[in-house]
């Protein structure tokens, strides 16, 4: 059964800061995975979708890593800013089911 | 594109009714998954739906049920509410695979009295 698991579970940084999200897996058999931002109360907003064949995908400040073989993935975010404060959640596919989420990591940007 | 949209947003019910909740996905996205998300469980798969069809189930219990209509619009229904089940539900539209990108709706929050 795929476990995802998403360290820290809680970063708070101040602003300007680089930082690092962590996501590890236990099923290297992974179709993709998917980086996800969630706001307070809110549904889940696409980042990155990373395919199993690629290593890396960049989205503006946003650079999301991929090492199946590892069973890891790692989102780095430059010059964070007080607009980046949500909760970050990674997610794999493994074979043609459902997404397996991790717990999330609640990232809080202070001013 | 209009995104998902859900229907609706929020939602008060007491323990026993029922309750069906509505997601419209993207134009042209013809698969709808729902996952429910709570405090203590995180987000959890429900099931699957590609053309009017279910293609995966969650483990959840037979109260909950969905169905998917020829414009792909889906609903997901629970009866016989328990405490539990409050939570956000939300759900996730794709082209077609699950291992294409899903992109999600905002969510119904249902609260069970």
């Known amino acids: 059964k795929q476990e995802v698991t998403q360290i820290p579970a809680a970063l708070s940084v101040p602003e300007g800061e680089n930082l690092v999200l962590n996501c590890s897996f236990t099923?290297?058999?992974?179709?993709?995975l998917q980086w996800f931002r969630q706001d307070p109360g809110k549904g889940l907003t696409s980042l990155l979708l990373i395919q199993s064949s690629q290593r890396e995908q960049t989205s503006g400040r946003l650079n999301a890593s991929l090492d199946k073989s590892s069973g890891r993935s790692t989102l780095y975010i430059a010059a964070s800013q007080p607009g980046d404060s949500a909760t970050y959640l990674c997610?794999?596919?493994?074979?043609?089911?459902?997404?397996?989420f991790g717990s999330g990591t609640r990232l809080q940007v202070q001013p | 594109k209009a995104g998902v949209t859900q229907t609706p947003r929020y939602l008060i019910k007491t323990r026993g009714q029922q309750v069906t909740l509505s997601c419209s996905p993207i134009?042209?996205?013809?698969?709808v998954s729902w996952y429910q998300q709570t405090p203590g469980q995180g987000l959890q798969f429900l099931f699957e739906y590609f053309s009017e069809t279910q293609r995966n189930k969650g483990n959840f219990p037979g109260r909950f049920s969905g169905r998917q209509f020829s414009n792909s619009r889906s609903e997901m229904n629970v009866s016989t509410l328990e405490l539990g089940d409050s939570a956000l539900y939300l759900c996730?539209?794709?082209?077609?695979?699950?291992?294409?990108?899903?992109?999600f709706g905002p969510g119904t929050r249902l609260t069970v009295l």
């Open positions: 134009s042209g996205h013809r698969s």
């Open positions: 099923d290297s058999a992974i179709y993709n």
């Open positions: 997610a794999v596919i493994t074979g043609r089911r459902a997404l397996t």
């Open positions: 996730a539209s794709y082209l077609a695979e699950a291992y294409n990108e899903q992109f």
